[in-house]
């Protein structure tokens, strides 16, 4: 609200006070957040004084206010850096008053349809968006060919960076979001795909290609429930790096972060360290402790992000409960047919090791119907609209609880969670 | 019993969670001991619907529809229009269903040749047409709830029956009251969402006709469908309020 007022007295306000700040801006369709906790923790290890949009300010007039806020009255900001989370819509606004240093973009994937329309309009927003920084240093998923594309169509320097192994011992075939050329049309060919429609792609009809990252996670060692062990390579450097949050688009997330590190001209290993102890944010792999039981919170948007979850849990060996929160408010997406564009069948083939789902939320009824189709045995189903009834019949069990909410329920639910149970809230 | 089920494109007509439509389809019958078998006919792949039972069609994204409208031409749409007016089923979604009339024409003036197998046609509009959908379906005496997204308005010509009438939403063009296409044993909807599991009794029709082409008259065993009617009814009580 404030932001929207500052805007109306000065449109150009946001101009006015980045100057001279050294901005970085972060955007894509998923891992925008933990990105940015793990670019904004590598800027507390250098001593850099910066501040950066939280809680979900990603729109214009949340990041205007963002900026008065850290300004003295005669608006000169308060610190040399600004770290802006950015919605891929919002992305194109922030950056005509914003000249950034680097952009970081994640990937595009679908997502709210309802919302964004097709991955083509997405890549034209984020395209629209690069062509106001001309100067900025552009760091780009190589293994997202929508990303990629903007490579020739754009002034820019481009930092590429990209996973040059699959992530998973095993992959399942899920729904590529990209499976045609963006340049001609033809399918494209994989040497492996990491998820998703990310991999190592090329086009056999007009040699569109997977560009050569400059910075690359060359070995994935580990990767397990709590973390990954992963090696960089930057140049003909290899640089170890521990990744505290586990699940292989979060070794993307770290990959991303590394790029805006080299962007800005950072010490790489020093970036790396700091992949180990940022801390994550709300609801994305956050753990809870609830009367005894370890409870864990993933943010879904999208079937890309929910097939990762899926890819993670179903690494499990041992039981566990399993809690899915639907809502179709606006900032989930109305449209909730894209669960159906899940795998959810992966969860009914671990058998016993998945013990109970309970479904929750505004469209809890079609989240439980698409786990009935999906084969799970109806009397293991239970749909619970009541949050703090829903936590407490979840852990009732003494098995871990993984909850997977959309964004909405994921602010109803750790409001409950806050409450009930003491934690922090999440605009704190 | 045993149903034949070919599912065209699903590689590129896989957007609003269409697949949910078959596995749907496919649980149905299983459930009721009836044998089922899905083929799918990805782009560059000889469409031989003689062994086929029913078809069904999703919607897509427009960058992935222009790449099959290509393959459809020729032989794939003759055999698809032959089939359907041999009383083949079909089911047809959004883009899929778009695809059965007779042409799109863009909305600054461009004109695209479609299959014509159905006599209506669809005029591309600025304004998409998104949000929840709602309507009557005489046939099966139920409301139909889903989603709908598209610019594309469809307009129905002689022949062609819409599937319902417009409760809440936009349905064929937002302005006729009309939703959805008829013809033979073709069923077509803008609603995804996905349309069929919680519209069970909408399912259950769509499979009886394909079964009694096949078989004559037939008695589907009744399911429970208490998940399937929760999410339809949720729905229906937030759409009449």
């Known amino acids: 609200m404030p932001g929207r007022v500052a805007l109306r007295i000065c449109p150009n306000l946001l101009g006015v006070l980045v100057k001279d700040v050294t901005v970085v801006i972060v955007t894509g369709t998923n891992g925008k957040t933990t990105t940015s906790r793990m670019i904004e923790q590598s800027w507390q290890d250098a001593g850099i004084s910066y501040f950066a949009n939280k809680s979900g300010a990603n729109l214009l007039s949340g990041v205007t206010a963002e900026f008065a806020v850290h300004s003295t009255l005669t608006g000169r900001c308060r610190h040399t850096h600004a770290l802006i989370e950015a919605d891929e819509a919002a992305f194109q606004h922030i950056a005509r008053y914003v000249h950034a240093a680097a952009i970081v973009m994640t990937n595009i994937f679908r997502d709210q349809l309802d919302r964004y329309g097709e991955v083509t309009h997405t890549l034209e927003k984020l395209r629209l968006g690069a062509e106001q920084c001309p100067d900025a240093i552009l760091c780009i998923n190589a293994d997202d060919s929508l990303c990629s594309s903007l490579q020739g169509e754009l002034p820019n320097k481009i930092i590429f960076y990209g996973v040059n192994t699959p992530i998973y011992a095993s992959r399942v075939e899920e729904v590529s979001d990209a499976p045609y050329c963006i340049r001609c049309k033809s399918e494209y060919v994989y040497d492996y795909v990491t998820y998703g429609h990310l991999g190592s792609y090329r086009c056999p009809h007009c040699g569109y290609s997977r560009p050569k990252p400059e910075l690359s996670v060359c070995r994935v060692i580990v990767t397990d429930d709590e973390h990954s062990e992963i090696v960089f390579r930057l140049g003909d450097r290899e640089i170890p790096a521990s990744v505290n949050l586990p699940g292989g688009y979060n070794i993307y997330n770290a990959c991303a972060a590394m790029a805006a590190g080299a962007a800005l001209g950072l010490d790489p290993e020093k970036t790396a360290q700091s992949l180990s102890h940022f801390s994550c944010g709300f609801g994305r792999m956050e753990k809870f402790e609830i009367s005894g039981t370890d409870v864990r919170m993933i943010l879904i948007k999208n079937p890309a992000g929910c097939n990762q979850v899926l890819s993670f849990l179903t690494q499990r060996t041992e039981p566990f409960v399993f809690v899915a929160c639907l809502n179709d408010r606006v900032q989930d997406g109305r449209d909730i047919s894209w669960i159906w564009d899940v795998d959810f069948e992966r969860l009914t083939a671990l058998g016993g090791m998945l013990s109970h789902i309970y479904v929750s939320g505004v469209r809890a009824e079609d989240m439980a119907l698409r786990f009935l189709y999906a084969g799970f045995p109806r009397e293991r189903i239970h749909v619970q609209k009541n949050y703090g009834e829903l936590m407490e019949q979840a852990v009732s069990h003494k098995l871990p609880v993984f909850v997977m909410p959309t964004y909405t329920a994921m602010l109803d639910l750790r409001g409950t969670i806050s409450r009930r149970y003491g934690y922090k809230q999440y605009w704190e | ?241």
């Open chain 2, 1 to 241: 019993m045993e149903l034949k089920i070919c599912h065209l494109y699903p590689d590129v007509l896989n957007l609003y969670g269409d697949r949910g439509n078959v596995l749907c389809m496919r649980r149905r019958l299983e459930w009721r001991s009836i044998g089922v078998t899905v083929e799918e006919v990805p782009i560059g792949q000889k469409l031989d619907l003689a062994g086929c039972d029913m078809l069904f069609i999703g919607g897509g994204q427009d960058f992935e529809q222009e790449v099959l409208l290509e393959d459809l031409k020729g032989e794939k749409t003759a055999n698809l229009k032959a089939a359907i007016e041999d009383g083949m089923t079909v089911l047809a979604i959004c883009g899929g269903y778009q695809m059965l009339g007779e042409y799109y024409e863009t909305w600054d003036g461009t004109k695209c040749e479609f299959t014509g197998a159905l006599a209506l046609y669809t005029v591309g509009s600025k304004e998409r047409m998104i949000g929840n959908l709602m309507f009557q379906c005489r046939e099966i005496g139920s409301n139909v709830v889903g989603f709908e997204n598209h610019s594309g308005k469809t307009y129905l010509g002689p022949g062609v029956r819409p599937l319902g009438t417009v409760l809440d939403g936009f349905g064929n063009n937002g302005s006729d009251g009309r939703e959805g296409a008829r013809y033979r044993n073709v069923y077509a909807s803008y609603a995804h969402g996905c349309l069929l599991p919680k519209n069970p009794l909408l399912c259950d029709q769509i499979l009886r006709t394909a079964l009694e082409w096949k078989y004559g008259a037939v008695e589907l065993a009744p399911l429970d469908d208490s998940f399937e009617t929760a999410a339809h009814d949720y729905m229906e009580t937030r759409l009449r309020h």
